[in-house]
């Protein structure tokens, strides 16, 4: 089972998202001894820094300020420090610190801008986070396992490939999280952000919060989950 949604701005491809894994995921045993409906997803997000851009049920961080604080995380490398400690990962550790046996170290993300100055139609501007070495035996191995990237119309477009998503309680913060590392890498080349693709091979809610997800699929299709929509500066205002 697969599914396919397109929305104009974040807020309204994840509704999308969530209610297209609702009608047609399949329910499907997980390693936590737990259910969950699943089904793989690809969600294309045609201008994501449309406002409005958050969307207050897609903040499950503990806060409002959490989403930023996950931002920082991403996009700034303020929990790299954790790496070895007390977490398996981080993805800015993995993807501009990638580190290799024998004490080699990668900044992918700037080789991908290099990349990109010489030639924007490359189809080899890629990040990736999988260390088999590592993660094969780990419990908490990285989600996100690529960011693909491609200069279009002089726009930077990025596609996230997860292997599993947690759709109600990751995918909308994942996804504004690597949309501000897309703007990020797009204003140090000098360009504008094009389209976000995330593609997703387990697209997922885990049985323990269907009933919540089935009350927000029903504020969808009444129209009462835009009242959760805000625009970045108001946002902002609130935190």
């Known amino acids: 089972m697969a599914i396919f949604v397109k929305g104009r701005n974040l807020p309204e491809?994840?509704?999308?998202?969530?209610?297209?894994?609702?009608?047609?995921?399949?329910?499907?045993?997980?390693?936590?001894?737990?259910?969950?409906?699943?089904?793989?997803?690809?969600?294309?997000?045609?201008?994501?820094?449309?406002?409005?851009?958050?969307?207050?049920?897609?903040?499950?961080?503990?806060?409002?300020?959490?989403?930023?604080?996950?931002v920082d995380e991403v996009v700034n490398g303020v929990n790299d420090w954790r790496v070895g400690k007390?977490?398996?990962?981080?993805?800015?550790?993995?993807?501009?610190?990638?580190?290799?046996?024998?004490?080699?170290?990668?900044?992918?993300?700037?080789?991908?801008?290099?990349?990109?100055?010489?030639?924007?139609?490359?189809?080899?501007?890629?990040?990736?986070?999988?260390?088999?070495?590592?993660?094969?035996?780990?419990?908490?191995p990285p989600c996100l396992q690529r960011l693909w990237f491609r200069v279009v119309d002089e726009r930077l477009v990025m596609h996230a490939h997860m292997r599993s998503n947690d759709a109600f309680k990751a995918a909308f913060m994942n996804m504004y999280a690597f949309t501000m590392l897309q703007k990020k890498m797009a204003e140090k080349m000098g360009i504008k952000t094009g389209y976000y693709l995330h593609v997703a091979d387990s697209y997922h809610v885990y049985a323990k919060d269907w009933k919540w997800v089935e009350k927000f699929v029903k504020q969808i299709e009444t129209g009462m989950s835009k009242r959760y929509w805000m625009s970045t500066q108001d946002y902002l205002r609130r935190i």
Request: hydrophobic letters at 40%.
């Open 13 to 70: 491809a994840w509704e999308k998202s969530i209610i297209e894994l609702w009608r047609k995921g399949i329910d499907i045993e997980t390693e936590y001894g737990d259910f969950s409906r699943d089904t793989a997803a690809v969600i294309l997000v045609e201008k994501p820094f449309l406002e409005p851009r958050v969307h207050l049920k897609g903040i499950v961080a503990g806060s409002l300020k959490g989403l930023l604080d996950y």
């Open 86 to 140: 007390d977490w398996h990962y981080t993805y800015h550790e993995r993807l501009f610190k990638y580190s290799i046996p024998f004490g080699h170290v990668i900044d992918q993300i700037e080789a991908v801008i290099t990349k990109l100055k010489e030639r924007p139609y490359t189809r080899r501007a890629q990040a990736i986070t999988w260390q088999p070495w590592k993660d094969l035996k780990s419990d908490s």
